[in-house]
């Protein structure tokens, strides 16, 4: 009986994303994927342009999770006239850490050893960019992984506990000081990584901000606004500018 009750109470769980997402973008403001409108009175620019996501999934990310919160953003940037289409099938990884942090490398480094601490680091990152690079069909490759920096990682004790994390050389080259374009070289698709907390609105919000960052959005200081870096309990605006530099991003990189 057990895997049928867990199958039907998926069916459940499923039905009731797909009913949030069409009543989502039926009304905004109401019981939107992202939760209710920031300013449900402000109006909306509109992009006019489409865009693919190719999703993967860490060892223990479920698939279905994956899909619903890319879903939820999906729902979101429509609403501004980006045509979000996520691209079938769910790759799996065979890691649940990006960010790994390898007995050899402790989180106090001396420091004459940072430039190959950095290059441990990075290499699982640089080989999942590189790897998956020239996949047909997929623009920006959204990556849902239990953690993005392991805590005893460099980059853990550097960023803090990281939910999410864009890497975009070509659009958005400068991230919290490093040079991307150096580290991955300029040409590969952006990259969004996703460290899910269970609360649904609030990864898809995050999900939504990372992919702002991927198509070249920086942050804004404004508390309503997509790329602010406070957690806003509400769904985020675009304004006209982003409109416009999304839609220079999509030419850009002819997606
Ligand atoms: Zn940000």
């Keep these: 009986m057990r895997p049928k009750i867990a199958a039907a109470a998926a069916c ?17 403001g109401a019981d939107a994927p992202l939760g209710k409108a920031c300013d449900p009175d402000a109006e909306l620019p509109t992009i006019g342009r489409s865009l693919d996501l190719a999703l993967y999934v860490g060892r223990s990310v479920d698939e279905d999770l994956a899909r619903s919160l890319a879903s939820r953003a ?3 940037f429509g609403e501004f006239g980006l045509q979000v289409d996520i691209a079938e099938p769910v790759r799996e990884l065979p890691y649940r850490v990006m960010l790994p942090a390898p007995r050899d490398m402790p989180a106090t480094a001396p420091q004459a050893d940072a430039g190959a601490q950095a290059e441990k680091l990075l290499g699982r990152l640089r080989g999942f960019v590189s ?5 047909p069909g997929s623009a920006i490759r959204v990556v849902v992984i239990d953690e993005i920096a392991h805590e005893d990682s460099l980059a853990a004790a ?10 975009s050389p070509a659009l958005a080259p ?16 952006p990259v969004v990584l996703l460290a899910p907390r269970g609360d649904p609105e609030a990864d898809a919000r995050v999900l939504a901000h990372e992919i702002g960052h ?16 406070h957690e806003h309990g509400c769904a985020p605006l675009l ?10 991003a999509l030419s850009d990189l002819q997606l």
């Design 74 to 76: 999906a729902v979101y």
């Design 158 to 167: 550097g960023l803090g506990t990281l939910r999410g994390l864009a890497i």
């Design 239 to 248: 304004d006209d500018d982003q409109a416009e530099i999304i839609r220079g």
């Design 214 to 229: 991927a198509l070249g959005l920086e942050h804004r200081h404004h508390p309503h606004n997509l790329m602010t870096q």
């Design 174 to 189: 400068d991230r919290a000081g490093l040079d991307l374009r150096e580290m991955f070289g300029r040409d590969h698709a």
């Design 12 to 28: 459940v769980a499923l039905a009731a994303v797909a009913a949030i997402v069409f009543w989502g973008a039926a009304q905004r």
């Design 131 to 135: 790897r998956h690079a020239d996949e």
